[in-house]
């Protein structure tokens, strides 16, 4: 809150939302004369005695820099504030240290021991902020300084902190890499923590400092994998890509004797060898096979390591995640660890992540591709996922016929070429080009459908498109070379298309045709080639050389009709411009006109051009991609980028793995404390979520280590709720549901604390009694060591209750419930029931819901509260997320300058809906250049501006150099004041002046704001009367849903959704109204007037549309553009 207020004090309390800020008019020529004086003005704040104007100033110089404005001059001022008092401005300072503490090194030196004195901080923030504002100093002198905060902070009794120190362990170690040794004893330290908050930055340290060290993880690997699920994001990213290069060190290949058998089948493979070596074959092929007898009698039958396991099954809940990060990172695991049996879990998730943006779904397609040369039948189900969209990018549209390719067969060919056939319609040319190539290599894997492939294609030849043709021949050349007997009317057709086709590869494909089967039409050849003689001048390169290879060709075949054609044919190369054509010209004449000088060769002329060629195989660019680790940068562009770690083979005789197991001796006594521990977390469970005690360090500490305490203490009594509930299910699978669950329980328990829960008296009373033992034993210790101490336990008894034997658990467990008294049992169970309730909200097919107990009244009230919970959730996410404030979608283009009229240059412009930063009345024109001709366009600026009274403009940057072929963008701003005037200017060029206008649709004209339906009500309640306009309208049948409509009128105007707020509307024990009501809000950008959007729906399609506008004008042009867009 206090941040937001900042800004809007610096706007001299605009109370606008979402608007930019800005200091003062650069029209007005102050500009340097007000900077100073505003930085003066901050630095007598800054020295001033009083805190708040500190506070303030502070403030004020954060905005800036999350502006994009150099606040650096104020450096001395802020760093004699760090040892100030008050904590709030010590975190501010803190935050502008971090920033500039590299370009102001010698300044910030001089402070080091302040930061030193911050290190020693009681708050953990300042004892962060302090090491990493140290840590941001790059100068080698403090290194030793460095390395001894490193160490302390990497013991310290906050999770925040040694997050911290793992951080800065990577900066200290680019500055000084011979300090590897000592970091890596402090990662080998931050490994062993237990904390979840920690898990994922030290690996990122690892990885960064120590990738070899392999020996690290071995100890520490069971509970990266139990605590991989309560790991942040980015953190599971990393620790699962580090997994995967342990994983495939220290475990047998899963698929071993399938892969036997492949290479085994391999001997099939010469099935088309000449006769004469077929005895030698049979004789070599025993051999092999006695010795793959031998191996695979040696082998031992292939057994799964426990830890492999593990690992697999964490794993897989991570495939919900709604990070595409995590999905991809938990698919190439599976792709490269798991049995192939199993690697089918990871295509639905993948799948999934192909309707997230298109970003996401270009590097999803292309480990899809890669994937689907290998394992073709996982992604089989799934075919139709990967149609084609029309609203897809071209490079989308070219993987995803990768894919369908990949997966073509037998089956499903038929109508894998029926969607092919729809795509060859396309407007897109690449695309169409792609499918081209796509249906030829159908063609050559699926023998069956080879004609009908060939059959399509030539008919494609008489396709009006030249470049569908020119693709279609080359295609049609690579299919013939397979059986060109059988085909030599194709041949003839292709021959007459000589006249026709101008693209110079096809008529080097057609040429290399007739030259290579001149004995399948004898006739047309040599014509052919008379045609070629006379435009051989004129021909590109590439089909002169085929020319005179057909020239060559005939002559040695048919001498008779074409000597004299050959020789003129090489008599016009003898003299190209091209040096490749001439030395081939004479290359071939001494070859095939044998003259004294002539060599050896010429004997064998005819076979060296008429030899027999293989035919091409046509292979998928993906083939041999899986050598890189998927989801990897150097995958992704197929070349290995700096920083990548290669991908290690799998051993071929499993490591010991007795080195990941904990020894015993220390973990006994961690097993006893757990037990006297385990009855302080159940209470801890049923206090309300936020301690009254939050320790050493105020309200932040709370919320930083809380997702650590609470996941802690969840699966401590979540284990001992289901030992005390049936003790017969103590088995792994429950274990790990409880691990998995746990997200969902720290949900449902922050719900428990914002309400009362009802509880029985013997409940109440057996809390009561927990408590009193519970404040017996903390007299001992102060309050932030206990606090900090169960936080660390309760992680070491959740991640060692996974890796530990579970009959130990489960004595344990029979001996406390013996000791237990029974009331305290009946919350427990209440709490195992909840769990398993709970397990459906995850759809995880892992495990099923055991039959709970009969459910009582109390669980009924909070699966209803849950369910409006997660309702109320979605609302508030939908309404605040910048995606339905300005939808891309519905960004429109219009044409400025058509390229016939700008000689060449083409202009379109958008309105991009994003604020205009140099000044906030102004509307943003986004303006997209492309340079069509084939010179270079120079100096494009505006010139001769003529607007109405009141209307402004701001130019684009001039666009010095604007190259043949290639596209640019710039932005301008006009303040239209709030009309729909055109603004009129000249486009000038270095040669030449383009009159152009730009009018806004009065859509444009606004932009959104937040209003809660109250506020939307009152403001509406004012703008009555004249300054209402309604109209009935029925919608169109495609707009009669809630999202069609918000859409529509959304792309319509510029306009944010107001969220239904009264209670009637939005519970979902209520059903839904018959007839909702869907408002709009936003402002006008010049003068900030409220415009208010109302649509009603009525029966049958009706509707009523409500404008409420202060300007009239705006509203009534508004009414006309919403009702098209709902009635079209």
Request: with cysteine.
């Amino acid at each position: 809150m206090s941040s937001s207020s900042a800004f809007n004090d610096e706007k001299g309390g605009s109370s606008s939302v979402g608007e930019p800020e800005y200091g003062h008019d650069p029209a007005s020529g102050g500009i340097f004369s007000s900077d100073y004086k505003r930085h003066d003005d901050l630095k007598e704040m800054l020295d001033s005695n009083k805190d708040s104007l500190k506070l303030e100033a502070m403030k004020r110089i954060v905005a800036m820099i999350a502006r994009g404005k150099n606040a650096s001059d104020l450096f001395p001022a802020v760093v004699k504030n760090v040892a100030c008092k008050n904590i709030e401005v010590k975190k501010l300072v803190y935050v502008y240290l971090v920033r500039y503490a590299e370009e102001q090194q010698d300044l910030a030196l001089l402070s080091i021991s302040t930061f030193q004195r911050g290190l020693k901080d009681p708050n953990q923030l300042i004892r962060a902020s302090a090491l990493r504002v140290l840590s941001s100093i790059r100068v080698t002198i403090i290194v030793p300084i460095m390395m001894l905060a490193i160490k302390e902070a990497a013991s310290d009794m906050s999770p925040y902190v040694r997050k911290t120190a793992a951080h800065a362990i990577p900066k200290l170690y680019s500055l000084d890499p011979e300090q590897k040794d000592q970091l890596i004893e402090v990662i080998e330290k931050l490994l062993a923590d237990k904390t979840t908050l920690v898990a994922g930055s030290v690996v990122m340290a690892f990885e960064e400092v120590c990738p070899e060290r392999i020996d690290l993880i071995h100890k520490n690997y069971r509970k990266l994998c139990n605590l991989l699920i309560d790991v942040e994001e980015w953190g599971q990213v990393v620790i699962i890509n580090m997994l995967t290069r342990y994983a495939r060190t220290q475990f047998l290949n899963p698929n071993i004797n399938e892969s036997l058998l492949e290479e085994g089948g391999g001997g099939e493979k010469t099935f088309y060898g000449s006769d004469e070596d077929e005895d030698e074959d049979d004789e070599e092929k025993e051999k092999e096979k006695k010795v793959e007898a031998a191996a695979m009698a040696k082998r031992k039958p292939y057994v799964m390591d426990p830890d492999h396991r593990l690992l697999l099954r964490n794993t897989k809940p991570l495939l919900q995640s709604r990070n595409a990060a995590v999905v991809m990172a938990v698919a190439q695991l599976y792709f490269h660890l798991a049995p192939k049996a199993e690697v089918g879990v990871i295509a639905k998730a993948l799948v999934r992540l192909l309707r997230s943006h298109s970003e996401v779904q270009y590097v999803v397609l292309q480990n899809v591709a890669t994937m689907t040369i290998k394992r073709r039948g996982m992604f089989e189900p799934y075919l139709k996922s990967f149609y084609i969209r029309s609203t897809d990018p071209t490079q989308i549209k070219i993987l995803k016929l990768e894919v369908l390719t990949n997966l073509a067969n037998e089956t499903n060919i038929s109508t894998i070429l029926r969607e092919f056939q729809t795509y060859i319609k396309s407007m897109d040319k690449d695309f169409v080009a792609a499918t081209i190539q796509a249906i030829g290599r159908c063609a050559t894997n699926i023998g069956e459908v080879r004609d009908t492939c060939l059959n399509g294609l030539v008919q494609l030849l008489s396709n009006r498109d030249e470049l569908v043709v020119a693709e279609s021949v080359v295609v049609i050349k690579k299919l013939l070379q397979m059986q060109p007997e059988k085909h030599s009317d194709i041949i003839k057709h292709m021959a007459k298309l000589t006249d026709n086709i101008q693209v110079p590869m096809a008529r080097a494909s057609i040429l290399w045709l007739i030259g290579e089967y001149c004995e399948h039409v004898p006739k047309i050849a040599p014509d052919v080639l008379r045609k070629m003689a006379k435009s051989f001048t004129n021909e590109e390169d590439i089909v002169k050389l085929q020319i005179l290879n057909l020239a060559a060709k005939l002559y040695l075949t048919n001498s008779k009709q074409t000597k004299l054609l050959t020789q003129y044919v090489l008599n016009l190369a003898k003299y190209d411009q091209n040096y490749d054509i001439r030395d081939r010209a004479r290359f071939i004449r001494q070859l095939i006109v044998p003259t004294e000088k002539s060599g050896a060769l010429s004997k064998y002329a005819k076979k060296l051009f008429l030899a027999l060629k293989p035919a091409p195989v046509l292979e998928s660019p993906f083939k041999d991609r899986d050598h890189f680790q998927l989801g990897s940068l150097s995958h992704l562009l197929n070349a290995k980028a700096g920083g990548y770690q290669e991908l290690p083979d799998w051993p071929e005789t499993a490591p010991d793995p007795s080195v990941r197991n904990v020894e015993v001796k220390e973990s006994v006594p961690e097993w006893t404390k757990c037990s006297s521990r385990e009855k302080r977390k159940e209470k801890k469970v049923e206090k309300p979520f936020y301690s009254d005690s939050e320790g050493e360090s105020g309200p932040t500490e709370s919320a930083d280590s809380e997702s650590d305490s609470a996941s802690g203490s969840e699966s401590g009594s979540g284990s001992e709720g289901s030992g005390t509930g049936s003790e017969s299910e103590e088995s792994e699978e429950a274990s790990v549901s409880e691990e998995e669950d746990e997200e969902e329980e720290k949900k449902t328990k922050k719900r428990e604390s914002k309400k009362p829960v009802q509880e029985s008296e013997s409940e109440q009373s057996s809390e009561e009694e927990d408590r009193k033992r519970e404040r017996k034993s903390k007299q001992r210790k102060s309050e932030s060591e206990s606090e900090s101490d169960e936080e660390e336990d309760s992680e070491s008894d959740s991640s060692q209750s996974e890796s530990e034997d579970s009959e130990s658990e489960a004595e344990i467990k029979k001996k406390k419930k013996a000791a237990e008294s029974k009331p305290p049992s009946k919350p427990v169970k209440k709490d195992t029931k909840k769990e398993k309730k709970e397990m459906s909200l995850l759809d995880l097919d892992d495990f099923e819901p055991t039959p709970s107990p009969q459910v009582t009244p109390v669980n009924n009230l909070l699966s209803n509260s849950l369910v409006t919970d997660l309702e109320g959730l979605s609302l508030s996410d939908a309404v605040l997320s910048p995606a339905t404030i300005a939808p891309s979608s519905a960004l429109k283009s219009y044409e400025l300058l058509h390229r016939i009229t700008g000689e060449g240059l083409s202009v379109e412009y958008c309105f991009s809906r994003q604020p205009f930063s140099p000044d906030a009345n102004m509307v943003a024109v986004q303006m997209h250049f492309t340079n069509n001709s084939t010179s270079d366009t120079k100096n494009l600026h505006m010139e001769d501006v003529k607007l109405q009274s009141g209307m402004r403009v701001k130019d684009f940057p001039e666009i010095e150099l604007l190259p043949a072929g290639e596209k640019a963008t710039a932005v301008m701003g006009i303040d239209f004041c709030d009309s729909t005037q055109a603004a009129n200017f000249q486009l000038c060029t270095h040669t030449r002046k383009f009159f152009v206008s730009i009018q806004p649709p009065v859509g444009e004209l606004m932009r959104p704001v937040f209003l809660t339906e109250n506020e939307f009500k009152k403001e509406q309640g004012q703008l009555m009367g004249m300054n209402e306009i309604a109209e009935k309208l029925t919608l169109d049948a495609k707009c009669r849903n809630e999202h069609a409509i918000v859409q529509r009128v959304t792309t319509a105007a510029n306009l944010s959704r107001v969220p239904c707020g009264s209670d009637k509307e939005c519970s979902p024990l209520v059903p839904p109204p018959e007839h909702p009501v869907y408002r709009f809000a936003g402002r006008t950008v010049t003068s900030g007037s409220l415009v208010l959007v109302t649509v009603a729906s009525r029966e049958e399609g009706a509707a009523q549309l409500m404008v409420n506008c202060e300007k009239m004008l705006i509203g009534t042009m508004l009414v006309k553009d919403i009702l098209l867009a709902l009635t079209q």
